[in-house]
């Protein structure tokens, strides 16, 4: 009697092991939900949707750097007001006329929410000022430019290091002094 007792088992369902060999595909299945939800409703902030474009503009980017070298554009800019007012003096060859106003942009690398776009007015002795937004902590690219976009400096800078920076065509943006 003993023997046909155990051999009456319980239905599968009241036994542990399939509930637990079910556990896994059922995670990824949940899992698989929850990224194709995230992918459908998040921006791509990374993925430009005009990027053939923005390949084509390669040789005029290209071109406008090294203009930049041949007049010998070179610029120190120093933060203040508490990161909201920027001064740049800007130093050419000689002869080399100074434009009247600079453009400033300042992208961050993966938020696009964060860039800034900052026209500088000249105050005279090759001295631009302007105003932005308080930058957070972190990587940003920096982009200088006169108001023709007959040349531009690039570069790199990493926010909360030093306020007072150097630049020069063609190099990465340092900090003074360095």
């Known amino acids: 009697m003993k023997r046909e007792q155990s051999a009456k088992a319980a239905p599968w369902y009241r036994e542990p092991w399939p509930w637990l060999l079910m556990l896994g595909p059922v995670i990824v299945i949940i899992a698989g939900v929850i990224t194709a939800y995230l992918a459908v409703v998040t921006s791509d902030g990374l ?7 923005q390949g084509l503009t390669v040789n005029r980017r290209t071109e406008r750097d090294q ?3 041949e007049l010998g554009v070179a610029a120190d800019f120093v933060l ?3 990161g909201r007012r920027i001064r740049i003096l800007l130093r050419l060859h000689a002869g080399v006329a100074l434009p009247d106003a600079l453009s400033l942009r300042i992208a961050h690398p993966t938020r696009p ?6 026209a500088l007015r000249a105050e005279g002795g090759g001295v631009y000022v302007g105003t932005l937004a308080p930058l957070t902590g972190g990587r940003w690219h920096v982009s200088l430019e006169d108001e023709k976009r007959q040349w531009r400096l ?4 990493v926010t909360g290091t030093e306020s007072a920076l150097r630049w020069t065509p063609l190099s990465r943006v340092t900090a003074a002094g360095n």
């Open 67 to 69: 203009r930049a070298a």
């Open 113 to 118: 929410g964060f860039d800034q776009d900052v």
């Open 154 to 157: 690039v570069g790199d800078w």
């Open 47 to 53: 993925v430009e949707d005009d990027y053939y474009k």
């Open 80 to 82: 203040g007001e508490e």
